[in-house]
Nanobody, 129 residues
Framework: QMQLVESGGGLVQPGGSLRLSCVAS??????????IGWFRQAPGKEREGVSC?????????NYADSVRGRFTISRDNAKNTVYLQMDSLKPEDTAVYYC???????????????????WGQGTQVTVSS
C-alpha cells in the first residue's frame, strides 16, 4: 500500500515561509499517475483542501482561495516528492498539514477529500509571534 510521509513543518512567525515535502513510497502505479493533494486541519475545524497537483502532462494545479498567491505546489517525479512552498504565512494557516494521493482522477481537486485514497500522518505548522 502506498505510503506518504510529510516533513518540513514547524514554528514560524507571521510573514515567514516554510516548505513542506511529501515523499511517496510503496506505490503500485507510476508515481506520476497519482494526483497529490495537500489538506490541513486546525483544532476544532474540519479538514480542508489547500492545494493539489494533477497527474496530467501539464501538472495542473489548484489552490484554495485562502492560500492562492501565497502557496505554491510543485512535484519532482524523479524523487517521488511533492512540495508545498508556503510564503507570507498567517496565524490562520496554523494546522496539521496532510498530503494525500488519488490514483483515479487525472485532474485533482481541493474541494473534497473523497477521491484521495492514501494519506500521510501529517506535519504541524504553527504560525505565531
Amino acid at each position: 500500500q502506498m505510503q506518504l510521509v510529510e516533513s518540513g513543518g514547524g514554528l514560524v512567525q507571521p510573514g515567514g515561509s516554510l516548505r513542506l515535502s511529501c515523499v511517496a513510497s510503496r506505490f503500485t502505479l507510476d508515481y506520476d499517475d497519482y494526483a497529490i493533494g495537500w489538506f490541513r486541519q486546525a483544532p476544532g475545524k474540519e479538514r480542508e483542501g489547500v492545494s493539489c497537483i494533477s497527474s496530467d502532462s501539464e501538472g495542473s494545479t489548484n489552490y484554495a482561495d485562502s492560500v492562492r498567491g501565497r502557496f505554491t505546489i510543485s512535484r519532482d517525479n524523479a524523487k517521488n516528492t511533492v512540495y508545498l512552498q508556503m510564503d507570507s504565512l498567517k496565524p490562520e494557516d496554523t494546522a496539521v498539514y496532510y498530503c494525500a494521493a488519488d490514483h483515479k482522477n487525472t485532474i485533482c481537486t481541493v474541494a473534497t477529500m473523497y477521491p484521495y485514497d492514501y494519506w500521510g500522518q501529517g506535519t504541524q505548522v504553527t504560525v505565531s509571534s
